[in-house]
């Protein structure tokens, strides 16, 4: 079982930063990958970023691509994915998810478990 966290959502300006991090407990964290994932009102969750459990594979959806970096802090148990440059398009539930037997894909059903959620609003 791994039970995972998210924090950080808010409302922002465009243009504006943000940090969601996302807490892990249960099973050892570095020995499974991460994904971060969107969903906005009406629409099917989409793949935003995923790390390898080693943080030495990182992977982005191309509407994110230079603008997020997800990161892991193995230490701490705990996943970021720090926002900038955020636009209104990227208002969205966000929402952390584990691997737990591969290397990170942007494929929703690859993962294992997942967080509740924390909203992220982008004003224009």
């Known amino acids: 079982q791994v039970q995972l966290v998210e924090s950080g959502g808010g409302l922002v300006q465009a243009g504006g930063s943000l940090r969601l991090s996302c807490a892990a407990s249960?099973?050892?964290?570095?020995?499974?990958?991460m994904g971060w994932f969107r969903q906005a009102p009406g629409k099917e969750r989409v793949f935003v970023a995923a790390?390898?459990?080693?943080?030495?594979?990182?992977y982005y959806a191309d509407s994110v691509k230079g603008r997020f970096t997800i990161s892991r802090d193995n230490a701490k148990n705990t996943v970021y994915l720090q926002m900038y440059s955020l636009k209104p398009e990227d208002t969205a539930v966000y929402y952390c998810?584990?691997?737990?037997w591969g290397s990170g894909t942007s494929e929703l059903s690859s993962y294992d478990y997942w967080g509740q959620g924390t909203q992220v609003t982008v004003s224009s």
């Open positions: 249960g099973r050892t964290f570095s020995s499974y990958a």
């Open positions: 998810a584990a691997d737990l």
């Open positions: 790390i390898h459990w080693s943080g030495g594979g990182r």
